[in-house]
């Protein structure tokens, strides 16, 4: 599943991370599992998680002995969106040539 339309016009490593707790969302991911999920340089993912933190985005619960990772409600769409659909040529371009 991928996150809201309107969360997709961010950074692409957000986006990435993002999509990746959406599919996730009921259990959450720790970053272990994020850094397993996303293709991105450590620093990237820890800019990305710190960036959506700062906007909401994520919860970060840290109760028990793992940090788990989920996304905002609000990001999680109510129906799957197809992944082929929804794409659009600024996400296609985006994923074939990273910026």
Do not use: H
Not at 5 to 29: F, K, Q, S
Not at 35 to 60: F, H, M, N, Q
Not at 61 to 67: H, L, N, Q, R
Request: proline share 4%; charged share 40%.
């Amino acid at each position: 599943m991928r996150v809201k339309r309107e969360y997709r016009d961010r950074a692409g490593t957000e986006v990435a991370v993002l999509d990746a707790l959406v599919d996730r969302a009921d259990d959450g991911m720790t970053v272990f599992e994020l850094r397993a999920a996303v293709e991105a340089e450590i620093d990237d993912l820890e800019e990305a998680l710190s960036t959506l933190k700062t906007d909401g985005l994520i919860v970060v619960d840290s109760e028990g002995s793992e940090t788990v990772i989920k996304p905002d409600e609000r990001v999680v769409p109510d129906e799957p969106i197809d992944v082929d659909d929804e794409q659009t040529i600024g996400e296609w371009i985006r994923e074939r040539f990273p910026f």
